[in-house]
T-cell receptor
């Protein structure tokens, strides 16, 4: 079956770095997405990886290893506004997104 | 503002009621989606429309009925729902349905079935 695993909750300190991991098993693979969702709001797109390696976008970076079925989202210089849920989603061979349940990130001062 | 709007934002309905959720996208996208989001569960894809044609129906109960009259509008008609259907219903759109096309989400309709 198809499955996405990511931690349920993580806590980090303002100004620090946090890495949110995601492992996936899908029928075929057409890329890995990360979305951010603040409480009570819509998910918003953060990144897309289809090739192995690290993609950097400001304070956020996303990494993909296709051979390991693994991705992570790296958040640097954490700010209080980064408190949110982070959703990992893999696109399968039918171009459907298979979603993880999300990682709730709590930032403490 | 993501360019995708949903109404109503909150809805309480009885099990015998009929109601509709509305979604509108102002992005010129060709694909639209309905998702169900329950607490601490992954997003569940319900329906996908591409160029107004339904391309995916993930075994959704018939008490949910989608309608896509044009590429900018999407409806979800609800009837004889069950309490377990209470959830956040999210609409999304994308330029296409292939790889790399990110989806833009609306704020959702919080549905409570009593």
């Amino acid at each position: 079956g198809q499955n996405i695993d990511q931690p349920t909750e993580m806590t980090a300190t303002e100004g620090a770095i946090v890495q949110i991991n995601c492992t996936y098993q899908t029928s075929g693979f057409n890329g890995l997405f990360w979305y951010q969702q603040h409480a009570g709001e819509a998910p918003t797109f953060l990144s897309y990886n289809v090739l192995d390696g690290l993609e950097e976008k400001g304070r956020f970076s996303s990494f993909l290893s296709r051979s390991k079925g693994y991705s992570y989202l790296l958040l640097k210089e954490l700010q209080m506004k980064d408190s949110a849920s982070y959703l990992c989603a893999a696109m399968d061979s039918n171009y459907q997104l298979i979603w993880g349940a999300g990682t709730k990130l709590i930032i403490k001062p | 503002e993501t360019g995708v709007t949903q109404t109503p934002r909150h809805l309480v309905m009885g099990m015998t009621n009929k109601k509709s959720l509305k979604c509108e996208q102002h992005l010129g996208h060709n694909a639209m989606y309905w998702y169900k989001q329950s607490a601490k569960k992954p997003l569940e894809l319900m329906f996908v429309y591409s160029l107004e044609e339904r391309v995916e129906n993930n075994s959704v109960p018939s008490r949910f009925s989608p309608e896509c009259p044009n590429s900018s509008h999407l409806f979800l008609h609800l009837h004889t729902l069950q309490p377990e259907d209470s959830a956040l219903y999210l609409c999304a759109s994308s330029q296409g349905t292939g790889p790399s096309y990110e989806q833009y989400f609306g704020p959702g309709t919080r549905l409570t079935v009593t």
